[in-house]
């Protein structure tokens, strides 16, 4: 998996003709760094779906959700996806912590691009196994998300059995341990308007969920 230093920087908020090249020569090595600490691990389940104006149901869990039922509109069916990039990403942004701040920084941005970029290469593997039954996966949507409560982190822990298969943990405040990990609910369509991939023939160029375009 590898992440380009313009793509680290976007999630620094800078562009690369405002990084001199100490800054860039200390990112690649972070990133190198922190590239031979990562675990990727996912974790996927599809299953029929119902969606009303503001609520969505799938299995025996029903979530309330004016933005997530507007985001899953005319889907029949979803994915119930996990993913995380392990502790090697928390461990090193500890280590930093304590001697170079900035470096920590730095760590923390490339590994959500990281996590990112891994979430994209098993959905495009989602997406392709959809298209040969002439159907297409929309942008991920997280809890947490608009007006979608945390709360539906519970769901997907309970139906993915998420802490035993990818080793990730729910805490108290609704947040998952290693950080850099994610859930998403991705939904199964027959049109073939809004897809993942698609973003760059779009022009809606203010969509909420536009992938970044290189």
């Not at 004016?66 to 090193?92: I, Q, V």
């Not at 942008?139 to 519970?154: A, E, W």
Request: include cysteine.
């Amino acid at each position: 998996m590898e992440v380009g230093v313009r793509e680290i920087l976007r999630y620094l908020r800078m562009r690369e003709e405002e990084a001199d090249g100490g800054l860039l020569t200390k990112l690649r090595g972070l990133t190198e760094e922190l590239a031979g600490m990562i675990r990727p691990k996912a974790v996927f389940h599809r299953c029929g779906c119902r969606v009303d104006e503001t609520e969505v149901r799938f299995m025996d869990c029903r979530i309330r959700s004016l933005h997530l039922a507007r985001h899953l509109k005319g889907c029949r069916e979803l994915y119930l996806f996990a993913a995380t990039l392990g502790p090697g990403p928390d461990r090193l942004a500890a280590r930093y912590r304590v001697t170079d701040r900035a470096g920590m920084v730095m760590v923390q941005a490339a590994a959500t691009a990281m996590i990112e970029r891994f979430c994209g290469e098993e959905q495009a593997k989602l997406a392709a196994a959809c298209r040969e039954e002439g159907l297409y996966v929309k942008p991920r949507f997280s809890p947490g998300y608009g007006d979608c409560s945390l709360d539906c982190q519970k769901e997907f822990f309970r139906r993915l059995d998420i802490t035993r298969r990818i080793g990730v943990s729910l805490t108290e405040g609704k947040m998952m341990t290693p950080t850099k990990s994610v859930t998403a609910w991705i939904g199964i369509t027959e049109r073939d308007d809004c897809y993942a991939g698609k973003c760059g023939r779009c022009p809606n160029g203010d969509c909420e969920f536009r992938e970044e375009i290189e």
